[in-house]
């Protein structure tokens, strides 16, 4: 077996992948303060064709090199925005019709893994500060809560982490209904 050379992985152009239909999802960043956690979220976000990021609150924009060197030109390609306050934003998106999903460890919160995608349904998955996690009137305003399944000792993911593990598990969910209609 031969490892795959970048020229021949047939990725997108920058062009292209903002002509490219996208999954229907949404990254929120409630508070993130590492700009390279930022700039890995714009990486997977490119990689799963992610609609659009908003970064909220304290969230670093680019053009900045710390979020430029772990997003390797995502910010390039992924649609993004800042919005000061990420409450309002969770009250525009609902109002347009977006389930709002913080992903957070809360009373009810339903686990990944038991999470059903709607048919026709478009998603924001709001992550939050590296430390405080999405603030609570954030998580007050959702319209549902997800919480990743742990089992170790700790009491986190890293912010990064987190949204390739959602990200991916959405994203296969998504396109597996896709499939099914």
């Not at 809560?145 to 987190?162: A, C, D, F, M, R």
Request: glycine share 4%; proline share 2%; with cysteine.
């Amino acid at each position: 077996m031969r490892k795959l050379k970048n020229n021949e992985l047939e990725r997108l152009n920058v062009e292209e992948f903002k002509e490219a239909e996208k999954t229907p999802l949404i990254i929120v960043l409630d508070n993130i303060r590492s700009l390279n956690n930022i700039g890995s979220v714009f990486r997977t976000a490119d990689a799963f064709l992610i609609e659009k990021i908003y970064l909220c609150g304290i969230t670093a924009t680019p053009p900045h090199k710390d979020i430029h060197k772990t997003a390797l030109g995502a910010t390039e390609s992924v649609a993004w925005e800042y919005v000061e306050d990420t409450v309002s934003l969770v009250e525009k998106l609902k109002q347009d019709g977006v389930v709002t999903v913080a992903i957070e460890q809360a009373e009810n919160a339903t686990m990944l893994n038991d999470f059903q995608i709607e048919s026709g349904k478009k998603y924001a998955v709001i992550f939050g500060n590296e430390v405080k996690g999405v603030k609570q009137k954030v998580v007050s305003s959702v319209d549902k809560v997800i919480e990743i399944p742990q089992y170790g000792t700790k009491h986190s993911l890293n912010i990064s982490v987190s949204t390739g593990v959602v990200v991916w598990d959405l994203f296969a969910k998504l396109k597996t209904q896709s499939k099914q209609n």
